[in-house]
């Protein structure tokens, strides 16, 4: 079993920038995919991007150029880090790890972006 917590969340302004962490725990191997989704109110839960155990990173258009996944496989952490941050990335992020062909979520952490 795998158990991920997000944290990093909260109010920020519009041009801000924000760091998001989750940490793993439980049995976890060293082949994996970790990701951050995204689910802003009345829309549907949208993928951000994913980093594997190799740091290949992959990113959505709408982060593309203005985001950062970075991993600590040491600490079983992985990071989000968005910058020039909109209203529209208002939602809660939730974080994910993939192995052996199952994908656990976290709980999930509130972004608003707000003046």
């Known amino acids: 079993q795998v158990q991920l917590v997000e944290s990093g969340g909260g109010l920020v302004q519009p041009g801000g920038s924000l760091r998001l962490s989750c940490v793993a725990s439980g049995t976890i191997f060293s082949i994996n995919v970790m990701a951050w989704y995204r689910q802003a109110p009345g829309k549907e839960r949208e993928w951000v991007g994913s980093?594997?155990?190799?740091?290949?990173?992959n990113y959505a258009n709408s982060v593309k150029g203005r985001s950062t996944i970075s991993r600590d496989n040491a600490k079983n952490t992985v990071y989000l880090q968005v910058n020039s941050l909109k209203p529209e990335d208002t939602a809660v992020y939730y974080c994910t790890l993939t192995q052996l062909g199952r994908k656990y979520w976290g709980q999930g952490t509130q972004v608003t972006v707000s003046s």
């Open positions: 980093i594997t155990s190799s740091d290949t990173t």
